[in-house]
């Protein structure tokens, strides 16, 4: 299908004018700081950077700067590493409109393709998601710098809180600039990385496996055997892909006894819970969560078809992987269900929070508490992937690992994966922008709002805009004749 860009564009405009008639585009309250160019800065420009840059820009607050690493209309996954054929959301699921009808996926499919089109799709494929991502940044106007990486991170003062150099290499060239408030919506890996097991990544050389989240070049996999490690949406569609660009066979191994069926954390999707799971006590976000990832999530319908359609897909069910070895350029291992080989293995089994292994973080990683810092669970209940990830506060702020030592950190909002056990569900995935975005920026503007007390008392104490000039009652103003002293000498004759 081809989009109506005319139909598209003027969408565009009729959420310009939707604004204008809110009045959402009241300037910047905050005042200048000397010596910062950026009241927020936004690293990354997906869906959930998008969504909170023009989430500040309507309560106010503009002086905010937005950096991606990526190309222009090559941020995000969509494009990349994500290789499923639709979203696995359903079309209907609120996302980064924040409330404006117009902005959102229906709004813009219709526009785009017609109201019978959008009432025939199912999920929503893929790339028109991406379509629809790059029109939303035209449509809200969100600046972006692309091709902008952020390398570092230093606080300008570490025993206050006054903002941070960032260090950026934009087009390859090296240069700093100043921010008071920093917000990461840097995606899955955004407090880590990949996992890739120990079986594979102690055993062999990166030459002969992969990550679902890398670049990989499936071409030139055309004609060979790969072994796959996981069960989950993401192995689904990394195997598919291999076997639809040529590869002679696929081997997918799963380490439970059959497919996850249940993917429980989809419990979380009501209302209650996406606003108000932070507030549980940790002992209950705890126990829920470890519930949640004690099983991978699992794959969809659609995606598992994809992938069994093709009679040179085989899937191996408790198989567990035990060992692997390098076998004179190809990959040998030993799984629960006997003896494999292969060309090469790519590991689906998603990602681990690891602060230190982001290089924008890893300067005052270890002064950041992580959920083992703050929460010892009972005896039976240890997981220690969850207890690497960072404890964060109710506007998704770091959190001191040792109050007084790094009072900075509340000035860094991770709304990344690493947020998933402290505010529930997958934080920047499409689910948690309607809740999430909103609660971030109010803690943005709270704190800015405190910060800047002072000068706020100032202005609000010094206000002195007549509303009425003089002129619009001079005319009738009374007054005594020359010479009464009384009342009386003011009454109407009888």
């Given at each position: 299908m081809t989009i109506d860009t005319a139909a598209v564009d003027a969408l565009a405009a009729d959420v310009a004018r939707a604004l204008d008639r809110l009045g959402d585009d009241g300037g910047n309250w905050v005042p200048p700081s000397p010596g910062i160019d950026h009241d927020v800065a936004v690293v990354g420009a997906g869906q959930s950077g998008l969504a909170v840059a023009f989430a500040l820009r309507r309560a106010g607050i503009a002086n905010i700067t937005v950096i991606d690493a990526?190309?222009?209309?090559?941020?995000?996954?969509?494009?990349?590493?994500?290789?499923?054929?639709?979203?696995?959301?359903?079309?209907?699921?609120?996302?980064?409109?924040?409330?404006?009808?117009?902005?959102?996926?229906?709004?813009?499919?219709?526009?785009?393709?017609?109201?019978?089109?959008?009432?025939?799709?199912?999920?929503i494929p893929r790339t028109v998601w991406a379509d629809y991502v790059r029109w939303y940044r035209r449509a809200t106007g969100i600046a972006v710098h692309n091709r902008t990486r952020l390398t570092r991170i230093e606080p300008l003062d570490a025993t206050a809180p006054r903002g941070f150099r960032l260090y950026l290499e934009r087009d390859g060239e090296a240069r700093t600039e100043t921010a008071r408030k920093l917000v990461l919506a840097t995606g899955m890996d955004g407090s880590g990385g990949p996992f890739v097991p120990p079986v594979i990544a102690d055993s062999l050389p990166r030459s002969l496996y992969a990550h679902t989240d890398d670049p990989i070049d499936f071409a030139a996999l055309g004609g060979k055997v790969i072994g796959v490690l996981g069960a989950a949406s993401s192995a689904f569609d990394t195997a598919a892909t291999?076997?639809?660009?040529?590869?002679?066979?696929?081997?997918?191994?799963?380490?439970?006894?059959?497919?996850?069926?249940?993917?429980?954390?989809?419990?979380l999707s009501y209302a209650g819970a996406l606003d108000h799971f932070h507030e549980l006590p940790d002992a209950d976000r705890w126990s829920l969560m470890r519930r949640f990832f004690a099983n991978a999530p699992g794959p969809m319908p659609d995606t598992v078809r994809r992938a069994t359609r093709f009679p040179n897909f085989h899937l191996h069910l408790a198989a567990g992987w035990t060992a692997a070895r390098d076998a004179g350029g190809a990959v040998e291992v030993e799984a629960a269900d006997g003896r494999h080989r292969f060309d090469c293995v790519i590991a689906g089994t998603g990602y681990r929070a690891d602060l230190a292994r982001r290089p924008e973080?890893?300067?005052?990683?270890?002064?950041?508490?992580l959920w083992r810092d703050r929460y010892s669970p009972p005896p039976g209940e240890e997981d220690a992937a969850?207890?690497?990830?960072?404890?964060?506060?109710?506007?998704?702020?770091?959190?001191?690992?040792?109050?007084?030592?790094?009072?900075?950190?509340?000035?860094?909002?991770?709304?990344?994966?690493?947020?998933?056990?402290?505010?529930?569900?997958?934080v920047g995935e499409i689910a948690s922008l309607k809740h999430g975005v909103p609660r971030l920026v109010s803690a943005i503007g709270r704190d800015l709002w405190l910060a800047d007390r002072a000068a706020h008392l100032g202005r609000l104490t010094s206000f002195d805009t007549p509303d009425l000039t003089g002129e619009e009652y001079a005319h009738a103003l009374w007054r005594p004749p020359v010479g009464s002293s009384s009342f009386r000498d003011t009454e109407t004759p009888t």
């Open positions: 990526a190309e222009e209309g090559r941020e995000g996954v969509w494009e990349t590493t994500a290789r499923m054929q639709t979203l696995r959301s359903v079309k209907t699921l609120p996302g980064p409109e924040l409330g404006l009808p117009g902005l959102t996926f229906r709004s813009w499919y219709e526009a785009a393709f017609g109201a019978d089109a959008y009432a025939a799709v199912g999920r291999a076997l639809e660009r040529g590869a002679a066979a696929v081997h997918l191994f799963c380490r439970n006894a059959d497919l996850t069926r249940v993917t429980t954390v989809k419990g973080l890893a300067g005052f990683a270890d002064a950041i508490a969850l207890a690497a990830n960072p404890y964060l506060g109710p506007g998704f702020e770091f959190v001191e690992k040792l109050p007084g030592t790094a009072p900075f950190l509340k000035d860094i909002h991770n709304f990344t994966y690493g947020g998933v056990v402290s505010h529930g569900r997958a």
